[in-house]
Structure formats: structure tokens, C-alpha cells
């Protein structure tokens, strides 16, 4: 009797302070499971994920089988659940092959660079100096670099293909979080923490890791979740410029880039909707639960934030 | 008694667009075992920079002079590599700062924050150091420490985090404290608690304090010795109850007399004195007399040339920079 009133007095104390108990990892995981729409995120993408690398294997039909008696045929009409396009491709299919490719080069580029971008621009910021100039004029160089001039010449260099749209894709996109990274790292380079934690005696590469980096890493995960719908979006004119997914491999983005020809219908008079608006769809609601994800992962990686429920 | 800290000579220039400027120049002073020392002065007189300057924690772009000697516990830190100074900063010397608020790393637990700063100097077990956290924080009277250990750093008050800072600061038992304005960000009854919180803590660990203020309240609850700066320079410094009852610079008389005393101004109907002006910036101190403009009782020689830091006559310590001396007791 005694030990439950004690532990319903621990349960109400806390509720009424309103602080959370458990380890770190603990609270971050409680604080995320909160998060609705990123647990929403959480489970689309994963669900994405099985439908695009495992989906494959339970199906008979190839990327770029063609069904000549089935020419743009609509959603839903026999053996093609979401159609077919010009030349007789299976519409469904070709979206969970497509996906493998699009989320591949998307988390892949984007991670990579943001990686990137979170090295140097620390070091930027920390060092200061001769070398805060030296890493931001580089900077400056790669964001004047008019990009798709030298994409066309790097297609010619390295021929298409998955590893060259990621490699571009990922020496193109860090800049930004560079410069997003220096900023931070620069103030909190002056924040009184790090004062303190030097004149408790921590060198320079422990101030970096554990008082510096931990405060930067929740802008870190927003701005990754933006370079991934950017890299899936870029994917698909990277594409068009003859960089990157070549028909008839399908990705997201060359899948739209096709259906662009027939937006205002075929020449028989048709309409194939559904030739933009399946990867179009499947583009958004990747993107749209990517950016879910990443807010909750933000809130719950920040001590401070305590959800509003 | 011995000196722990003795600092010779100390000349901080920094290069910036208008040149080099010099906020502190010629300080000399030291610090005795279990002794006091609060230096007091305005905001811009380069009382922080110079205790920055005793653990070597200037910003890069700082000069040191030439004849500076900075000397604790015998050993000139001056000649230390980078390695050797990290070994003495927060063992032996170690700092609490103005700001409560910000001075803890907001994403980490209290408990994560006392262990980095035993385990910095220290080989431990977790085990102990959770221990001789806990111990910590009742020393440094915080209640409920084992629950505190977990708690982030915006789930404290201002007063917990200060203390907090203090027990972070006290973890590895330095011989000398640099209390950089401790209790400028705190609420007057915090400040008191504060306060009388070091004091005991100085006399059971048998460390000296460096006491940064602007506040002579402060000076008077906690410090043994006095130094006055002004605009980079020492002006005057005495033993407490000495500076208080015989002010000799007049900027020290001037800062005594803006203290609001309720009583007095009631009944005379008079406005609380100030010291007119502001100090000069570092970059346009003025020639001769660097307190001249502002003082009341200036006269020619103040312009012409500053005055050096002599004792007063009879006296063998306590020290004014002041011309004013020189007519009468001074020989």
C-alpha cells in the first residue's frame, strides 16, 4: 500500500513539474512518439522504403517490360493497377523501381554532403582565422560555379548513372549547410559554455565534439531533410540534361521529365494523367514526410522543447 | 602569508582598425594564500580581461607586454605550452562567470556536466563520480542533488545554475577561484546566499579568490584586499576596512559616494552623486592622468603626466596613483 501511494505521489510530482524521467536516448525516443505527424513521417518512409527495395522481388514484371496491347492504359484497367505509358511500361512497377533509385541518391547525396558541409563548416568557425577565410572563399567559388554548364561537361567525364548524379548532387549541395554550420559554430564559439568548459581545461577537439557539434546537429537534421527533397527534385532535370537516370531505367524524376511530352494529351487525344501525377505523388508525399521527420527528430533531439500535449 | 599568485608588469594590447590599443597596462598585484582580492572598477576598466589574462584565455588577437610576468605557485605560466596550461585551468585555477543562464551547455544534464569536469583532470569510475557529484552539490547546497543530476540546465533557477557553476568550478579543489561578477545576473537575496556560499567554501578548502565586481557591496561582504582600476590601470588598493574608511584617489572617493544610501538622501533631499562622464575607450585614453577629465579635483600636472602607483606615506599598503599625494604625504 504504501510503496503504490509513494509511486502514484512520484507519478503526480511529475506531472505536476512536468519533468520528463529516463536517460537521454529514453526521452528522446518519449518526446518523438509524441510528435504525431513524425511518427506519421517515421512510418511512411520506412513503409516507402519495404515498397520500393523488397517490392520488386514479389512482382513478375521488369522495369522496361513493354505491354503492347496495353498503350496508356488508365489506373486501375487489367494487370496494370496504375496504367501504363506510351510504349507499354507497368505504370506501378516502374514507381517501385523508380523509388529505389530517387531515395537512394536522395539520402545517399544528401547525407554525404551534409556531412560535408558539417565538417568543414565547424571547422570554418572554430579555427577561425586564416583558415575561416581560405574554407569560405572556397565556398564562394563553388556557389559562383554556374552549374549547369559544368554538369553537362561532367556527364561527358563520368557517362550517366547512379554514382555520378549522387557524386554531383553531393559536391553541389554542401555549401550551404557550410555556411549555415560556420554561423552557428561561430556564436557559440563566444557562448559562455564553451568559455567555461575551457578554463575547466577541455582542448579544443572535445570543445568541437561535445559542446559545439550536439547544438548544431538539430538545425543539421532540418536542413538535411530539405537537401533530400532537394536532391530527389534535382535528380529529375539532372536527369533530362542526360546526367544521371537514363531511360528505360526508371527514377521519380525522369518518370515526370517523360510524362512532360504528353501533359497536354497524346496525339490520339488521350490524357494520361496518371503518367505525372503517380511519381509527381509519390515524389511529394516522400518529401512532405521527410520534412515531418525531421521537425520531430528536431524537437526531440532539443532539451528544451517540451511538446505542447 | 605566501604569495599564491603574483602578476608583474601586465600589458594587454590588441591590434584592431584603429591600432593597438592598450586597455591594461602596468598591473601588478598579487594574491596571498587564502586571501580575498576583489577588483572593482566600472564596466570597460579591463578588470575581466585581466583575470582572463591569469589563466591565459585572452582572445587571439592579444598582445602581451614584454616585462608582463604572470607567476602561481612559483611556476611562470607564461612559458607553459598549451598542454600544460589545460592541466592547471580548471585543476588548479578555475573560473565562475557573470552568467548563470548560459554558462551551462544547454543540452546537457547537470550530472553530465559535473563529470566532465572531474573526469577532465581526474581518472574516476562512474560510480564515483556520481558520488562525489552528489557530494558536491550539497556542499554547494543544492537540495534533492540526486534528482538535480538529471535535470537540464533550464529546469534550474538562476541561483541553482550558479551554484551548479560553482560546483563545476570546485570539482577538482583548485587553490585559486576567479569569480568573474558571480552574482551580477542574480536577484538581491540570491546574491546574499551566493555570496556567503563561497565564502564558507574558501575557508574549507583553503583556496584563494579573485573577486571581479563593480558591485562595493560585494568588495565589503567578501574581500580581504582591494583593487581599484581604472581604465586599465590600478589606482588604488588597500586592505578592505582601509579603502573604505580612507579613500585617498579621488575616483575611488567618487565611486564610494554614488552608493544610495536611503536614509541620508531622505532627509537632506539630495540627488545621489555621480561620477561624471564615462570611461574613455581603450583606443583614446587620455594623456597624463588617464582619470583627469572626470576628476574633480584635477589640476595641470594631471594632463601632463600620469602619476605612478606609490604607497602612501606611513603606509605600507595601500597604494594610490595620484598627484594629489604627492603636495602632502608623500615625500
Known sequence: MAFSLKKKYDDLEQEISGLPVGSYNQLVFKKFLKHKLACLGAVVLITLIIFTFVGPLFVDTAYDDMDFSAIFAPPLSENHFLGTDEIGHDVFVRI??????????????????????????????????????????FVDIMLSIPLFPVLLILSLVFGSGVFSIIMVLTVFGWMRVTRLVRGMTLSLRESEYVMASKTMGQNQLMIILKHILPNVIPIVIVTTTLNLSFAILSESSLSYLGLGIQPPMPSWGNMLQGSMSYILGTSTGQNPWWLTFFPGFFIFITVLNVNFLGDGLRDALDPKFVSES | MENILTVKDLSISFKTEFGLVNPVQGVSFDVKQNET??????????????????????????????????????????????????????????????????????????????????????????????????????????PEPEKRLKEYPHQLSGGMRQRVMIAMALA???????????????DVTTQAQILELINGLKRDMDASIIMITHDLGVIA????????????????????????????????????????????????????????????HPANFPKGCRFHPRCPHAFERCIQENPLLLPIKGQSDHFSRCWLEEGTDRT
Open chain 2, 172 to 186: 577538482c579543489s583548485p587553490k585559486l577561484l576567479i569569480a568573474d561578477e558571480p552574482t551580477t545576473a542574480l
Open chain 1, 96 to 137: 517501385m523501381y523508380g523509388g529505389r533509385i530517387s531515395l537512394l541518391v536522395g539520402i545517399i547525396s544528401s547525407v554525404v554532403s551534409t556531412l560535408i558541409g558539417l565538417i568543414i563548416g565547424l571547422l570554418s568557425g572554430f579555427l577561425g582565422g586564416i583558415w575561416d577565410k581560405l574554407l569560405m572563399r
Open chain 2, 37 to 142: 582580492l576583489g577588483i572593482v572598477g566600472e564596466s570597460g576598466c579591463g578588470k575581466s580581461i585581466t583575470a582572463y589574462s591569469v589563466i591565459r584565455l585572452l582572445p587571439n588577437n592579444a598582445i602581451l607586454g614584454k616585462n608582463t610576468q604572470i607567476c602561481f605557485e612559483g611556476e611562470n605560466l607564461l612559458n607553459r605550452s598549451k598542454q600544460d596550461l589545460a592541466k592547471i585551468r580548471g585543476n588548479r585555477i578555475s573560473m565562475i562567470f557573470q552568467e548563470p543562464m548560459t554558462s551551462l551547455n544547454p543540452i546537457y544534464t547537470v550530472g553530465w556536466q559535473l563529470a566532465e569536469a572531474f573526469t577532465l583532470h581526474r581518472e574516476m569510475s562512474e560510480e564515483e563520480v556520481k558520488r562525489e557529484s552528489i557530494e558536491l552539490l550539497v556542499k554547494v547546497r543544492i
Open chain 2, 221 to 280: 561582504e567578501m574581500c580581504d584586499r582591494v583593487l581599484v582600476m581604472y581604465a586599465g590601470n590600478i589606482v588604488e588598493s588597500a586592505q578592505v576596512f582601509e579603502l573604505f574608511d580612507h579613500p585617498r584617489h579621488p575616483y575611488t572617493r567618487g565611486l564610494l559616494s554614488s552608493i544610495p544610501n536611503v536614509e541620508i538622501d531622505k532627509s537632506s533631499q539630495k540627488r545621489l552623486s555621480t561620477i561624471k562622464g564615462f570611461v574613455p
